[in-house]
């Protein structure tokens, strides 16, 4: 159908460490999908909150406007809302009243069928010393990749 758009929050595996993995669908309207796919979108600031009517939606996650939009075009920051099993809906709930976890997402993309998918996680803020840990491993594995090269 279309190509694959696969958005994702690089930041999010850094600051936080990850509990639970969910994948939600995301309701848009017309212009905001041509955007996604156009690959004009960005959750790199973003989080998940529960209304009051027990409704999780994703806030500052930013679709810039179509270009090609007329007046019925969307706003770029705007609330939208996520549609998961009632079940998961009640269990993320549940835990995020817990202290200290939070519901961030992880990725953005259109699946086969080119619907706009929202891959969530349920998180619990890192440590500064969680974060030094992180990047020691990440420079150790870039130089063991860079010995393994040179070698060949």
Same mark, same amino acid.
């Given at each position: 159908m $279309? +190509?694959?758009?696969?958005?994702?929050? +690089?930041?999010?595996?850094?600051?936080?460490?990850?509990?639970?993995?969910y994948?939600a669908?995301i309701?848009?309207?017309?212009?905001?999908?041509?955007?996604?796919?156009?690959?004009?979108? $960005?959750?790199?600031?973003s989080f998940c909150e529960?209304?009051?009517?027990h409704?999780?939606?994703?806030i500052?996650?930013?679709?810039e406007?179509?270009?090609?939009g007329?007046?019925?075009?969307h706003?770029?920051?705007?609330?939208r809302?996520?549609?998961?099993?009632?079940?998961e809906l009640?269990?993320?709930? +549940?835990?995020?009243q $817990?202290? @200290?976890?939070t519901?961030v997402?992880?990725?953005?993309?259109?699946?086969e069928?080119?619907?706009? +998918?929202?891959?969530?996680?349920?998180c619990? @803020?890192?440590?500064?010393?969680?974060?030094?840990?992180?990047? %020691?491993?990440?420079?150790? %594995?870039?130089?063991?990749?860079?010995?393994?090269k040179?070698?060949?």
């Amino acid at each position: 159908m $279309q +190509k694959t758009v696969n958005i994702l929050n +690089k930041r999010a595996r850094f600051d936080y460490e990850i509990l639970e993995n969910y994948s939600a669908g995301i309701v848009l309207t017309g212009t905001e999908i041509k955007s996604i796919r156009l690959g004009k979108a $960005q959750i790199a600031d973003s989080f998940c909150e529960f209304n009051e009517r027990h409704e999780l939606f994703v806030i500052n996650a930013s679709i810039e406007e179509y270009a090609f939009g007329n007046t019925f075009n969307h706003k770029a920051k705007s609330e939208r809302k996520l549609l998961l099993n009632r079940r998961e809906l009640k269990s993320l709930e +549940k835990s995020v009243q $817990q202290k @200290g976890l939070t519901i961030v997402p992880l990725r953005l993309f259109t699946n086969e069928k080119g619907f706009a +998918k929202l891959d969530i996680a349920l998180c619990r @803020g890192k440590k500064t010393y969680d974060k030094r840990e992180s990047l %020691k491993e990440q420079d150790t %594995k870039r130089d063991i990749d860079r010995i393994k090269k040179a070698y060949r």
